[in-house]
């Protein structure tokens, strides 16, 4: 474990998932942390010190499915209303009444709808990597089927139960450092080359990861923590979170189209695919984040956001913190 960490407090708390694992750092107003696919508390490991420094109370906590919180067996238990839920019961649990809200990725998505659903609880949002799209138009599994052509969008790889896994859970360690590094600025396929996005027909998504090179932010102790959660729990509580979204695009009906009007903050990569093919998404911020404090795509930078830069994005973090109400 990284020296700047050996103070940090883990915790299980109680959850209608089971339990939630989390680990805090520092004290003050509440800063909670979501991760995203494929990952775990640890991503934050740069942004808990550097919070708790600040003087925040920094929470990252294990997304149910993932590392040591619970992994209901039931697909439909990884819908957004429970995620949500089980981020509200966090805070509650941890004697709190409201808190900030950042999460990267899968959890960028669950940290606005978290915003949007419970804006009681959680006060601000910050996203990083995906932005907010709001709820709206055909059911996403139509869209992810015309994605790709002949190939199969990664999203729709995903969706039977066993396939992805069957690829992955032989080889953890390699298949992580692959899909780490297609996504990373500074290994990512070259302009031109297969998409790693998609899948040839009858082949496997690792078929165009790239090879023998870990990103310059993920040491081989790094990949050894994820590596080593990801082959005691499996990956089928992580990819349920995909096998929701039709489920996800139903329960949300009723906020089609729905702002998110808390003080708000993004930070994308300007390399990475989920600002590119969500720029209208980003381009529409003054009416779908109408909070919005400031917007960041950050040059030469991939998908692994406060990873790879991680000094940038902590001092945008907590430039915009200080300018919230504690």
């Known amino acids: 474990m990284p020296p700047h960490l050996t103070d940090i407090t883990h ?3 109680s959850s209608s998932a089971g339990r939630i694992h989390l680990v805090e750092q520092g004290t003050g107003p509440l800063v909670l942390l979501v991760h995203g696919f494929p990952e775990c ?39 957004m209303l429970d995620l949500v839920e089980d981020n ?29 659903l419970r804006p009681e609880v959680f006060r601000a949002v910050g996203l990083l990597s995906v932005p907010y799209a709001p709820r709206g138009g055909p059911r996403p599994s139509e869209v992810f089927a015309k994605m790709g052509g ?13 396939r992805a896994e069957a690829e992955i859970e032989p080889d953890v360690r390699g298949w992580l450092a692959g899909f780490y590094a297609a996504f990373s600025g500074d290994t990512m396929p070259a302009s031109g080359a297969p998409d790693p996005h998609f899948v040839s027909r009858g082949g496997m998504l690792r078929d165009r990861f790239p090879a023998g090179r870990l990103p310059a932010w993920l040491s081989e102790g790094d990949l050894d923590v994820y590596a080593g959660e990801f082959e005691r729990t499996g990956l089928t509580g992580a990819l349920n979170r995909y096998r929701n979204m039709d489920r996800d695009w139903e329960d949300l009906a009723a906020f089609d189209g729905a702002p998110v009007i808390q003080p708000s903050v993004f930070i994308g990569g300007r390399l ?29 930078c991939g998908h692994w956001i406060q990873q790879e830069r991680p000094a940038e994005v902590n001092k945008i973090l907590t430039d915009w913190l200080t300018i919230l109400p504690r």
Do not use: C
């Open 11 to 13: 915790r299980l708390i």
């Open 41 to 79: 508390w640890y991503s934050w490991r740069h942004q808990l010190p550097v919070l708790a420094a600040a003087g925040y109370r920094a929470v990252a906590i294990d997304v149910r499915g993932y590392g040591r919180s619970s992994k209901p067996a039931d697909a439909a238990a990884y819908r």
């Open 88 to 116: 509200a019961e966090v805070v509650h649990a941890l004697g709190e009444e409201s808190a900030v809200i950042v999460g990267h990725d899968w959890g960028a998505t669950i940290a606005a709808n978290s915003a949007l």
């Open 150 to 162: 002949d190939d199969e969008f990664y999203v729709s790889y995903f969706q039977q139960p066993g």
């Open 272 to 300: 990475d695919a989920s600002t590119m093919w969500l720029a209208d998404a980003i381009n529409a911020y003054p009416a779908t984040l109408p909070g919005l404090s400031s917007s960041h795509l950050l040059d030469d």
